[in-house]
């Protein structure tokens, strides 16, 4: 079984070329934290806390994660998982509980920063991205919390027991190109023919 973490800064097109992946690959569950805690009920505790504005806790992050883990595992599917770990501790925890179940293939979009800003800046230009995108410090404050907290869960992964690392450099080029760079390794990784 593989789980693959689809990791990368804002803008790098983590959705992207997850929703792409998924479109070519029938056979993996897939996995959006924030859709999965956003889809919880009203009712649910978490919820509030969300409506808050207050960070979910880890545990109540882990539990729910497990449980959708563990459900595709009982179909037999692999797992895509878009938007964790966002940091080192949620890494360790993932590769911990589910390193001996899954290969792990990490795939780290590497963005630069003057980049991501591009992106984000293009997204508020058509009309798209996210609600907080047009406003310049919470774009500040998410482009700081990648830095300084995923950069390390990344990092960490790059030489953790028994995970695969791909990193893949995203250019300034159509979706197209560099979603041939990440199939490819993708494909590789997963020992699939390169067959189009």
Partial sequence: MKLILMMGGQG????????????????????ETGALLRGLPD????????????????TDVFNLLKSKIEQYKSENKNV??????????????LVKNFGGAFDTIVVY??????????????RITMGGGRADDADASAVRRRLDIFFNETMPAINWLKSAPGVKFLEIPIADAPIEENYANVK?????ALGQSNQH
Wanted: no cysteine; net charge positive.
């Fill in 109 to 122: 979009l590497n963005l630069p920063e003057s980049l991501m800003k591009k992106r984000i800046q293009n």
């Fill in 184 to 188: 490819n390794a993708l494909n590789v």
């Fill in 12 to 31: 790098s097109g983590k959705g992207t070329m997850s929703k792409k992946f998924l479109d070519e690959n029938k056979n993996f569950g897939y996995i």
């Fill in 80 to 93: 895509l998982l878009d938007g964790f770990p966002r940091k080192k501790s949620q890494a360790e925890w």
């Fill in 43 to 58: 009712t649910s505790p978490i919820k509030k806390i969300m409506e808050r504005g207050e960070m979910v806790p880890d």
